[in-house]
């Protein structure tokens, strides 16, 4: 059990190295997130009403956008050089592998996430800070982290990858999403945490399923 | 394998044709008009059988995925792929035949009702499927990934309605429900229930059909590799 959490930890080091060196994943997926944010503002023209009544919608629809190109990065850098093969050729399990991988795509959402909020307040002038949505925010990310990265798993050994990530995972991703926008818009329209506990047992019901499938299906996926 | 079709499956063949034909004659001559609603409400005998099929197969295809994925045996992939293949067909007609039923009676093609949104995105999911075999060359990477895909798209579904069934729905319960414009008589529900047995049956026997071609696939692809073997 000991040597599993290390080989995580040690495989979270590894990708974190490569993004600190490489920057293509977080400084990508900002970049990007931010030009979305941009472009609302043309599509959302002067309206205050539609930014602050549709806001928990359209920052959960950015971090969505931005993450799939994470996705597509955090195992597509494991196919580059066919890394994958020395990982796949070591003594780790596939687990540990699959649950490195999604903790770093989890890091990379939750940190968008983190800064996306507070911008979007900003730029849009609506006063929605709420520390819940640190909480809902963080399980968010991992259900889609946790089930991004076995798609995402899939995909890769495609001949169609990054178009075909968001075709498979976006429907499938549908029942965390809604239920991760409704919860952000109650807690942002200020209504008490205690009447939304069942929205969130929901969500980290969604976490657990995913999670589960991820553990038991990716060594399936990634083994010849 | 035979090439030519099993003389079972003949008989299956013109035996769910002739009560297909049968099915109308109910639906359309002795069944009786509905008050509230009409003709457009015929449409419903073919809509409701469609969109249960298209349930069912896609539970078929998550089921035999998990007893390949055990066995490993190549029917069952194949029963998959094709219950995901004739299941989106039955799905997307039930769509389209529920959109012309709900222009007249809701007065609008499409609604965000949870049913109409869940069916939806089942469809969403299972095309999914097809894109993503179609773009797997190895056949065994193809056979296990595609398998654990239709597997969680079979949990997502669920999940999906789950997730939306605060939102109020209009669309009616066939099956013991209490809506009040959709109380069927007697003679209307036996022919509900016949329609959706017919079109069991009509089930069948295209499952039958798509995992013979399915085998036959197999079968040139096995041929190709030989004859490639022999070549070198």
């Not at chain 1, 959960?60 to 990982?87: D, F, P, R, S, T």
Request: aromatic share 12%; hydrophobic share 55%.
């Amino acid at each position: 059990m000991k040597s599993t959490f290390q080989t995580i930890r040690a495989l979270i080091r590894k990708d974190m190295q490569i993004e600190s060196h490489t920057r293509e994943i977080f400084t990508v997926m900002l970049v990007f997130a931010l030009s979305i944010l941009f472009i609302l503002n043309f599509a959302l023209e002067q309206n205050v009403k539609v930014r602050t009544g549709s806001a928990a919608g359209l920052i959960w629809i950015i971090l969505i956008l931005a993450g799939q190109l994470g996705l597509n990065q955090i195992m597509g850098i494991e196919k580059q050089g066919n890394m994958i093969e020395a990982l796949l050729a070591s003594p780790v399990p596939r687990s540990a592998i699959y649950l490195s991988k999604t903790i770093s795509a989890f890091v990379f959402m939750f940190l968008m996430a983190l800064i996306i909020h507070p911008l979007y307040c900003i730029f849009y002038n609506v006063p929605m800070i709420s520390p819940d949505f640190i909480l809902v925010s963080a399980l968010g990310c991992w259900g889609y982290a946790a089930l991004g990265v076995l798609i995402s798993a899939m995909t890769i050994q495609t001949r169609t990858r990054d178009i075909l990530l968001p075709v498979l995972f976006y429907p499938l991703i549908i029942p965390l999403v809604v239920t991760t926008v409704k919860l952000t818009g109650s807690i942002l329209s200020g209504e008490n945490f205690s009447s939304l506990l069942s929205s969130l047992y929901q969500i980290l019901a969604f976490d657990i399923i995913f999670t589960a499938s991820g553990i038991l299906g990716f060594e399936l996926i990634v083994e010849d | 394998m035979n090439m030519q079709i099993p003389k079972k499956l003949k008989i299956l063949d013109w035996f769910s044709f002739f009560l297909i034909l049968f099915t109308c004659w109910l639906i359309f001559y002795k069944t009786p008009v509905e008050m509230n609603m009409g003709l457009v409400q015929k449409i419903f005998y073919f809509h409701v059988a469609y969109a249960w099929i298209g349930m069912v197969s896609f539970l078929v295809a998550a089921i035999s995925a998990i007893i390949f994925l055990r066995k490993g045996l190549f029917i069952y992939d194949a029963v998959t792929e094709s219950a995901v293949e004739i299941g989106l067909v039955f799905t997307l007609i039930a769509i389209i035949t529920g959109s012309i039923w709900a222009r007249p009676i809701w007065n609008t093609w499409w609604t965000w009702d949870p049913r109409l949104t869940t069916t939806s995105i089942m469809a969403l999911i299972y095309a999914g499927y097809l894109f993503l075999r179609g773009s797997l060359d190895n056949p065994e990477k193809r056979r296990k990934i595609t398998s654990i895909y239709s597997i969680i798209g079979c949990l997502s579904v669920p999940l999906t309605f789950f997730s939306i069934r605060g939102v109020r729905s209009i669309h009616p319960v066939v099956f013991g429900g209490d809506t009040p414009d959709f109380n069927m008589d007697s003679q209307m529900l036996r022919t509900m229930l016949i329609a959706i047995a017919v079109f069991s049956i009509f089930y069948i026997a295209v499952m039958w059909h798509r995992i013979r071609l399915a085998e036959l696939k197999e079968e040139i692809e096995q041929l190709k590799l030989t004859s490639e073997e022999d070549h070198d």
